[in-house]
């Protein structure tokens, strides 16, 4: 009898678990605002116009790669979709997993996204990795994948995406041809040799040189944070933007102020003595097409690249703006969420500027603070940190922003009420918290809220209406830049994936407030309604 009761027993237990594992969310693709992606590109010549249609064909290679980073092959899950509504959300999730809901499964018989997405075998463990003797492993532009023998082994892009690779290569090489801006062209040129032998620095350091063009594209495998195994494997992604010159020349002057703002950063000198390359430049554009990774999920609306840290160093970075996806968050988005969430009293000072300073600020931020550990042996803050680096450097983006911005606005350089800038912030919480925990961005957030909760920077009344204090915010972002700062330059794994695991988890308040919005209808993010017939091509 003890038997069969321990057997019965073992059968719950693991249909309980089968059940779990399966019971998909649904499939809401209404959480997402259709947006379109377009703008005025009379002032482009002919041979521009025709170098973007090499662009669409190339980033729409981008968009299949990422499909097999990500997933695997989609015509798999494609052929069992047959509801209209479950292949919208395919496409926006580029898989079978919410990416706004932890990654879970809104398709029946799949379980929770693997960490490693298909970078990794699904069965590999983490030990295994550990005992692979490959010192290409850790590569951003490596798979790992098994031979006949079932031992790991290790697969560059340029060999496993080969055929792919060398196709969008061409249409860079013929779009190359065409470009009237020498420095487009031999960006574009170094550009396609950086897809097909996954050599990316050379391209990187000829962006940088790359400002005066009237279009930008930006392509390759670049941003790592679908490993959220290890942090190691970079995405297949593409943007293609069309530059806003008037935007771009009130801006840019802001470049000039880094290098000094470095030295000034709320922390001791140790922590702040890198130099990042100061021929940086801050330009604004409108995005025509994404595809890809930026284009999974939530989406990006700035940019701050090369990632390279030696090039960060030598060169800087660029800080781009993509002023019409912004524009589409802040409208549709971040200001219903104030009404609900933020006190009448403080209301009116949730403003597009500030929006778009923030974000701005955010992408500068990224190429500031330090970028190598200051231990006995260093290495890369992103190696160092490995899965909590995203989170964390996600962190200090958002707060050592808000930190720039509050030192400019105090010399002069920003107009308008400091205020702004903190209470379109604390709104922007809300916003990018509904991201959930499976992103970084969304658990960068909800550290910060935390942080600033359990320190009073703000107050909440029983309407559900947030009033934060100025002054002691002011305080509590630079405190807490000090200690993202610290944790970096220490290269401290420990104290990084601790703060990540207790506090990048919605707190109950937080949630409550979350549903609120939720239940308002209020879009999460945009999707984009995009390609050539949007611009006439």
Known sequence: MKKIHLLLILMVLFFTMAFVADDPVKADPEKYMTFTLTTNIDHLSDNEKSMLVHFFKAAAIMDDLFWQQAYGDKEDL????????????????????????GNRPWKKGYGKKPAGANFYPA???????????????????????????????VVPYHVAYKVQLEAAANHLRKAAKLAENEALANYLNLRARALVTDEYQ???????????????????????????????KAAYEAFILIKDIEWSEKLNRFAEFLPELQTQLPVIEEYKSEVPGSDADI??????????????????????????????????SRKLQLKNAMHAKFTHILEPIAEIVIHPEQRDHVTFDAFFSNTMFHEIAHGMGIKNTITDEPTSVRKALKEAYSPIEEGKADILGLWLVTQLHD??????????????????????????????????????????????????????????????MKELTASLANKILVIQGNGDYEA??????????????????????????IPVDIVFSQGPKKLGL
């Open 411 to 472: 010399r002069g350089e920003l107009e308008g009420d400091l205020m702004d800038y903190y209470v379109t912030f604390m709104a922007g919480i809300f916003r990018s918290s509904r991201f959930g925990a499976s992103s970084s961005h969304g658990k960068a957030n909800m550290m910060r809220f935390q942080y600033f909760m359990e320190n009073e920077a703000f107050t909440r009344d029983d309407e559900g209406f947030y009033l934060i204090n100025l002054e002691i």
């Open 496 to 521: 990084a994936a601790k703060w990540v695991k207790t506090k990048g988890v919605v707190p109950e308040i937080l949630q409550h407030d979350l549903n609120r919005i939720n239940e308002a209808q």
């Open 283 to 316: 330009n604004v554009y409108d995005a025509v097409y994404y595809a890809g990774d930026c284009n999974a999920g939530s989406k990006t609306i700035a940019i701050n690249l090369p990632n390279d840290e030696e090039v960060q160093l030598k060169k800087g």
């Open 123 to 153: 069965d590999m463990t983490v030990k295994e990795f550990e005992n692979l003797n490959d010192d290409t492993k850790k590569s951003l532009y490596t798979l790992i994948r098994r031979d006949k023998k079932n031992n790991l082994i």
């Open 78 to 101: 494609f052929s069992t979709l047959k509801d209209k509504e479950e292949i919208v959300f395919a496409e926006i999730n580029y898989g079978p997993w919410d990416r706004l809901s």
């Open 202 to 232: 050379p391209s990187d350091f000829a962006w940088m040189d790359m400002k005066d063009a009237n279009i930008d594209f930006v392509i390759g495998a670049i941003e790592n944070y679908e490993d959220a195994l290890f942090g190691y």
